[in-house]
DNA sequence: TCCTTATTGCAAACCGTTTGCAATAATATT
DNA sequence: AATATTATTGCAAACGGTTTGCAATAAGGA
């Protein structure tokens, strides 16, 4: 179930971070590997447990740390997910397309949706406000078909844009 | 600076409540009518405050109970706000018009904003993934005309359908 | 008015995240 | 290559927002 990650920014997380004067240490390469990796959006502490396969001694402070910065240079997203999966936040490499995350409600199935209706809000803020948008997120509740239950059975569901499915999570709302 | 309130539903939270089996307490009704006069997003240490102004005994637990039921009832919102003004959440009653919540990352100036384009993505959801959108929570970070500083000076800034100004928060990111 | 049970207040726990600090290691300088 | 500089790390402890357990209280139905 992987994400939209196919559309990929030029220059990865390590050159960025090496422009910008930081120091490319193990931790940190680890952590920017495993971000760039990921299949779905991952959690400070998946990304640690991740890390530690690889360097048992990491401490979830340098994963912390290092999200930190990234967030700071704009080459990740911080995600919520409606909160639906928790109260922690998600990460994912900022994508080039951009895209929403929808959650149903009822069976806590996560996925990514792209329609050109995100950028048209982006146009809109811009002209009427003179505002520069820097980062959408968009994060939607819903019921998915499965969940809305036998009355739709019948009805033919459009894959359309839905970019693919991430995860069934335990649900909270 | 009051939020885009004035678009009111029908019936109140106490009404709502009561339709559902929920006891009318003295507590839950002083937090009902804080949200719904609230000038401005409220978190729960405000909503608190806010409380014990009229009613010191009230105590935190009372205000998260009360507000994760109405949460569960869909009759308030959380918003994150992007996280700009802290880690904790945001609440509004829900209101009938859609509405996204715009902060800029340089002065924490944040504000409400409505446009077509919002209801696009839900039918967009509906049509091409046969979803059914309960909540959509659109969060935008970008830059305000003044905070872009001396180039944009000269430019007519117009109001649009920029709805209200909120707070100038202490930004974060 | 009594009964039932939802709701409250208090206290403590919880959990994701941040901070202080000394040890370590990446880069710049020689 | 050796050294100096200082960003980054790991450990431990704190932090802050939110949740939980439990006994006392009070709302609404009988
Ligand atoms: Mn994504
Ligand atoms: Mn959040
Ligand atoms: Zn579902
Ligand atoms: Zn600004």
Redesign the pocket.
């Known amino acids: 179930m992987p994400m939209v990650h196919n559309i990929r920014r030029q220059a990865g997380l390590a050159e960025l971070a ?1 422009q910008r004067g ?7 390469r680890l952590i920017f590997s495993i971000l760039e990796s990921a299949p779905t959006h991952l ?3 998946q990304i640690l447990e991740e890390a530690r396969k690889q ?1 048992p ?6 994963v ?3 999200l ?1 910065v990234m967030k700071r240079m704009g080459v990740i997203d911080e995600l919520d997910l409606l909160h639906l999966r ?4 998600y990460y994912e490499v900022r994508q080039l397309r951009e895209h929403c995350h929808v959650g149903c409600l009822s069976c806590g199935q996560m996925f990514e949706f792209v329609t050109p209706a995100m950028k048209a809000i982006n146009k809109a803020l811009e002209k009427e406000c003179n505002y520069k948008v820097a980062y959408a997120r968009i994060e939607i509740g819903g019921y998915c078909a499965k969940c809305r239950g036998k009355e739709e059975q019948g009805k033919v569901i459009q894959k359309g844009k839905r970019v693919r499915s991430l995860t069934s999570a335990t649900s909270r709302i």
């Open positions: 090496q930081l120091r490319l240490t193990s931790q940190r959690n400070a502490k360097d001694g990491i401490d979830q402070v340098t912390y740390r290092n930190s928790g109260e922690e936040h």
